[in-house]
């Protein structure tokens, strides 16, 4: 009956052992931290909209880490976030992030944000 078990259940007790381990002991840094309030797809449509993909006048965002500093070969800063949800949620946001005064972000764009979400 042991050697029955043993074959039967080795590996979901091996897989349990490491993964209490890695929760307990993780293998990774955890930083820079991962922002969850959607900036990065503001930026995007921020900048599609302004037609300047520099990000670098987004550049007091740098304390977030949303925004890097100017690349020395380009001159250009780097948004971390990659542009596929925000090119997604751009004919529906794009409208309501050019009524916001140029502003990154506006209440009306983050409630249009959280209906889609729920909708969808």
Same mark, same amino acid.
């Given at each position: 009956m042991t050697i029955r078990f043993i074959s039967k259940w080795w590996a979901p007790i091996a897989f349990s052992f490491i993964a209490i381990f890695v929760t307990i002991y993780p293998s990774y840094k955890n930083t820079p931290p991962i922002r969850s309030d959607g900036l990065g797809y503001h930026i995007w449509t921020r900048a599609i909209l302004d037609g300047n993909l520099s990000f670098c !006048? =987004?550049?007091?965002?740098? #304390? %977030?880490?949303?925004?890097?500093?100017?690349? !020395?070969? $380009?001159?250009?800063?780097? #948004?971390? =976030?990659?542009?596929?949800?925000?090119?997604?949620?751009?004919?529906?946001?794009? +409208?309501? $992030? %050019? %009524? #916001?005064?140029?502003?990154?972000?506006?209440? %009306? !764009?983050? $409630?249009? #944000?959280?209906?889609?979400?729920?909708? +969808?």
């Open positions: !006048e =987004y550049a007091h965002l740098d #304390n %977030s880490q949303a925004i890097s500093a100017p690349q !020395e070969l $380009t001159g250009r800063c780097i #948004n971390k =976030y990659p542009p596929g949800l925000a090119v997604l949620r751009f004919p529906v946001m794009a +409208f309501f $992030t %050019s %009524s #916001n005064h140029d502003q990154l972000r506006s209440s %009306s !764009e983050d $409630t249009v #944000n959280q209906i889609f979400s729920l909708a +969808f």
